[in-house]
């Protein structure tokens, strides 16, 4: 179920058919001149109507997005729409566009790749789909007009990423609304696969409530029927029936089609409980519930085979039954009954015959429990997500299924077998979501004790990190670990099988980094033991009331008090609860939180509630000073939260203010507002601003500071009085442009006073006295990358909450040769001018080479023009090159022409170096320069170079050009991204990869090269 490709060959006959249908299709999209962006509007009827054509994509899709239906089309599109942008919709996978024919006929991908980011960026995460399926529509970020190829920002079962606009479709969200017929599909290879067809009536992923159950609905791109109609478990208390939603995570449920009206949120049970668990389902009950299903087949009266593999290696037995009902259509597919495999393990789909073949079915169930499903769930493997079925966000199916839907549809069997039995397992356990990134799960419950890992998948991915919540030790969380531990040692993954010890296998993770998903109906009474618990006292029950005593605002911050009482809870103490201020962002839901202090009421103020004879007490709370400085800008809701211990869910009360208070005299950046009886602030304190600058110094320093950067000059944030230097901040930034690390210098503010030179001033009446900066930077421990630097102006108000900031990319077309190369140890730091881009300065770390860098000699600072005009490689890994490579005001004539070379460099070593023929090339450079010199022999070629010998590794590639006394040194690049490709040659596979974050520059990866075997 990993990534992989197959063939096939179809008869002509299916093509001619989908032609025929296309040509009775009733519309047609408009693309014009070959080039051309055309912006399109469509009607409720389907009518289309040309709005104007553009040569630049950033400008037709500025203009395509006031229009409320608005598309874009190309003629270099794949998509039989030729649709690249669009307003709204839903974007549909078609992993068949790519094609590659071979010997053995032609070859398509039946998977898509969904990345984490845009661009290449190392220990980014991905996961991967089959053809048909919707998905959220974001955006599309970028497109090639050359290829027709482009990214795609979509989000698929709760995973938002980047997907090639090749594999995709986009379906106009007027089509859905009305049911408009589509084209879609098609390939690029071979027509008789999967020609376009069309889709007369396409309909959009959607949940609805019936019966008080949650029910899962999708359809089929590709058929359009609906592909399966299940209920997933019992609807969240806030659904209603009848009502449908909306969802691409299967968390936030929305009113809507596009996604902005939320209704409310809801986290299925079985689908993210963590299978390290146990069911209270017994063996009868599974054998009962398959007779339901079938009558005959591997899994009968096999239940307690389950129960054991439970018991034994520490996996939800209800759960895994599930998996297996799913994988082996509840034991009676043919790949079970001929191999006793009821999980498909190794029966890959392109090769079922792979599945491995088991003594018996109780040997499958063990090996499944106590080794494969290990590989996700063991922290350190690459396919671990999350110890539980999840989506295509967290959890197994990030990598275990290429159907999106795997989980949740896993999820739906359990929910069926638990409902036959009365719920028995339906919200057993309270469990809980890590809420922030890379938390450590401690061996004990203590800030300060040992970690027996930490919850972040790699280094830069952490969704949904589930967590079953046994009990509360010390504000700690006690948790079952997902990895087994043994003799006090957590043990990783190998081969055989592991047992799993409850009782052993616990860590302990801060309660402030939880939030709680879901309330146990259980409360436990032995500590270790997660399956012992009894219920809750019967008097407890809904209702709450709160009353504010005072809630002002002034220079010191904000002042509140008030009470919380909650129907049926006694507070006599101080022990069992909790207040604090939260601010929730209305848009990004996320919170800051401040802690206020407890207390008890008053005896005076009367709040009884009779139950049982009982009356009981409320408690109060109180703020002071509380800074509101550290709120950043956005909408936010302003809530108490009361939690009583651990008993309870915390529960939030909406605040209701008679006179809003006016703030307007303090602080410009805070308003109070209020709308449906809810209070509301704004926050706007950080204020972008224009900035104006001016680079007079850009240089290595001199004496003690001859290995740092000396910086000067000059920027201001325009309309800004700049008077008090204590709120003024000046800071350069220098970032890798390709993983965009940034690293940060404070540099020292100065007047002109104090530098000796002049005072600015830009005649708007504001005054700018201090806005001159000067330092010396030390960036020898750059790691090795390319680095652009912007400089950033911060200047706060007098009263501490606005901050106005402005920042620039650094330029300065006025000064002349750049600064000279610098080597730190192994690595040299180049810093260009690069004319092309508005003199801005480049600053590139080159690992080895410094004999190579050091020799650079040119004529002028100017960027060395290159163009690559041919690079290809043969199955019998020869190399072919051509291109252009020239220095400025220099003659490049037959008795003056160039040495060309290339090199391959394999971490910072020069491992192949190659003599390049010098030739007149394509045509003749000379007259478009026009400078007065000779550029007749300004290009190179060779046809041979012989890449066979180069071992397993990553190669950067280098072009030289030495000319009379002048020597240059450049990466290899291709601006126009055309040079991606790879060959397969034995167990090698060699790529070239163009790298569009980093100036296009091109790479040979040489990698071992085995086809993945995994579960089908």
């Known amino acids: 179920m990993r990534y992989f490709k197959f063939n096939l060959k179809l008869t002509r006959v299916f093509g001619l058919i989908s032609i025929m249908l296309m040509s009775i299709l009733v519309f047609a999209l408009p693309v014009k001149a070959e080039g051309d962006f055309v912006v399109c509007d469509i009607a409720s009827d389907g009518t289309i109507t040309d709005i104007n054509t553009f040569s630049n994509f950033a400008e037709a899709k500025s203009t395509m997005l006031t229009y409320p239906n608005g598309i874009i089309t190309h003629n270099a599109s794949l998509s039989p729409t030729k649709i690249i942008a669009m307003t709204k919709g839903v974007a549909v996978s078609y992993t068949f566009r790519y094609g590659v024919l071979s010997d053995s006929g032609y070859s398509t991908d039946r998977t898509m790749i969904i990345t984490q980011y845009e661009t290449t960026i190392e220990n980014q995460k991905n996961t991967y789909i089959g053809s048909h399926y919707d998905m959220q529509y974001i955006q599309t970020t970028s497109y090639d007009p050359n290829s027709g ?40 290879f071979d027509p008789t696969y999967e020609a376009p067809f069309v889709l007369t009536s396409p309909k959009q992923l959607q949940f609805s409530v019936v019966n008080d159950e949650l029910i899962f609905e999708r359809w089929s791109f590709y058929s359009g029927d609906k592909r399966n109609n299940v209920a997933i478990g019992p609807k969240a208390s806030w659904m209603q029936n009848g009502d449908v939603y909306y969802s691409y995570d299967f968390n936030n449920y929305y009113r809507d089609r596009m996604l902005t009206d939320l209704a409310g949120s809801y986290y299925n ?50 759960l895994l039954y599930a998996i297996a009902c799913q994988e082996s259509n509840y034991g009676t597919s043919d790949i079970a009954l001929r191999t006793n495999n009821l999980f498909g393990i190794n029966a890959i789909d392109s090769d079922p015959s792979q599945a491995t073949t088991f003594l018996n079915v109780e040997s499958c169930i063990n090996d499944m429990s106590g080794w494969f499903l290990r590989r996700y769930m063991d922290i350190n493997d690459w396919r671990f997500f999350g110890s539980h079925l999840g989506s295509k966000e967290s959890g197994f199916n990030v990598k275990y299924a290429s159907d999106p839907y795997w989980g949740i549809q896993i999820a739906a069997i359990a929910y069926s077998i638990d409902k036959a039995n009365t719920l028995v ?20 419950p203590d800030l300060t004790a040992d970690k027996w890992y930490s919850s972040a998948y790699g280094a830069t991915y952490q969704e949904d990190f589930m967590v079953i919540l046994n009990h509360l030790d010390n504000n700690f969380y006690q948790i079952p670990a997902t990895n087994p ?12 099988r592991r047992n799993y010890d409850f009782l052993e296998s616990i860590g302990y993770v801060d309660a402030s980094k939880i939030t709680l998903i879901n309330e146990s109906r259980y409360i436990e009474t032995t500590s270790n033991n997660p399956v012992t618990k009894v219920v809750y006292p019967e008097y407890i029950i809904d209702g709450n009331i709160m009353a504010l005593s005072s809630f002002t605002f002034d220079t010191d911050g904000l002042d509140l008090s008030g009470h919380v009482f909650n129907k049926g809870v006694a507070v006599r103490d101080l022990s069992n609860v909790d207040h604090t201020l939260v601010f929730k962002d209305t848009t990004t839901k996320e919170e800051t939180v401040f802690t206020l202090d407890d207390g008890v009421t008053d005896p005076n103020i009367d709040i009884t509630y009779p139950i049982k004879d009982l009356s009981f007490t409320a408690a109060t709370f109180t703020g002071l000073n509380i800074d509101l400085s550290t709120l950043a800008n956005g909408e936010y809701e302003v809530l108490i939260r009361t939690a009583y211990d651990r008993y309870l869910n915390p529960f939030d009360i909406n605040i209701d203010l008679e006179t809003i208070p006016d703030v307007s005299t303090i602080t410009q950046s805070l308003v109070f507002n209020e709308t449906d009886n809810k209070l509301y602030i704004t926050v706007n304190k950080v204020i972008e601003g224009e900035l104006a600058t001016s680079i007079s110094t850009f240089e290595w320093g001199t004496e003690d500071h001859n290995n740092e950067l000396f910086i000067e000059g000059v920027a201001a944030i325009r309309g800004i009085n700049h008077y008090n230097k204590d709120l003024i901040q000046h800071k350069l930034i220098i970032y890798n442009v390709e993983n965009n690390t940034e690293y ?31 330092d010396y930077i030390d960036i020898s421990t750059l790691p090795e990358g390319s680095y652009r630097a912007k400089l950033i102006v911060e200047v706060t108000s007098d009263d501490g909450y606005s901050k106005y900031v402005g920042d620039v990319t650094l330029r300065n077309n ?19 001018k690069n004319g092309k881009e508005k003199s801005r300065y480049e600053l590139y770390v080159i690992k080895g080479l410094q004999d190579l860098h050091t020799s650079i000699s040119k004529p002028t600072s100017r960027i060395t023009y290159t163009s690559l005009s041919e690079l290809s490689l043969n199955q019998d890994l020869i190399l072919n090159i051509r291109g252009a490579m020239y220095l400025y005001r220099v003659d490049h004539s037959i008795d003056n022409s160039p040495t060309f070379k290339l090199y391959f460099v394999k971490d910072g070593q020069v491992v192949k170096d190659v003599v390049l023929n010098t030739t007149t090339g394509d045509y003749d450079i000379t007259p478009m320069v026009n400078s007065g010199n000779d550029y007749s022999y300004a290009w190179y070629e060779l046809n041979n170079i012989d890449v066979s010998s180069l071992e397993v590794g990553t190669y950067k590639i280098y072009i030289s050009e030495s000319l009379n006394d002048f020597f240059e040194i450049i ?15 034995e167990n090698l596979k060699y790529e070239f990869v163009i790298n569009t974050n980093e100036y296009y520059y091109i790479s040979l990866i040489i990698s071992d090269y085995e086809p993945e075997q995994v579960s089908g």
Request: aromatic share 16%; net charge negative; charged share 15%.
């Open 269 to 318: 049970y079985y689908q993210y409980l963590p299978l390290r668990s146990k069911s209270n389902i017994t063996a009868e009950q599974l054998n009962n519930y398959l007779l339901t299903k079938k009558d005959s087949g591997l899994m009968i009266n096999n239940g307690q085979l389950f129960l054991n593999a439970q018991d034994t290696y520490g996996v939800n037995a209800l």
């Open 971 to 985: 990466r290899l690049y291709d601006i126009y991204n055309r040079f991606n490709f790879e060959i397969i040659k």
């Open 425 to 444: 397992d339906h919200e057993y356990y309270s469990y809980g979501v890590i809420n922030d990134y890379n938390v450590d799960i401690k061996k004990l």
């Open 814 to 832: 006025l000064l002349g040769n750049i600064p000279s190369i610098k080597s730190f140890g192994e690595n040299s730091i180049v810093i260009y």
């Open 744 to 774: 940060m210098f404070d540099l020292t503010t100065y007047s002109g006073d104090e530098l000796g030179t002049y005072n600015v001033d830009l005649y708007d009446g504001y005054n700018y006295y201090y806005v001159w900066f000067s």
């Open 485 to 496: 531990i043994e003799n006090a040692t957590l043990t990783t993954l190998e081969t055989a």
């Open 149 to 188: 190829n482009g990214k795609v920002n979509v989000v698929v079962s709760g995973f938002q990423g980047f997907v090639d606009l090749h594999q995709v479709d986009l379906v106009p969200m007027v089509y859905l609304e009305n049911n408009l017929p589509i084209t879609l599909g098609g390939n690029t």
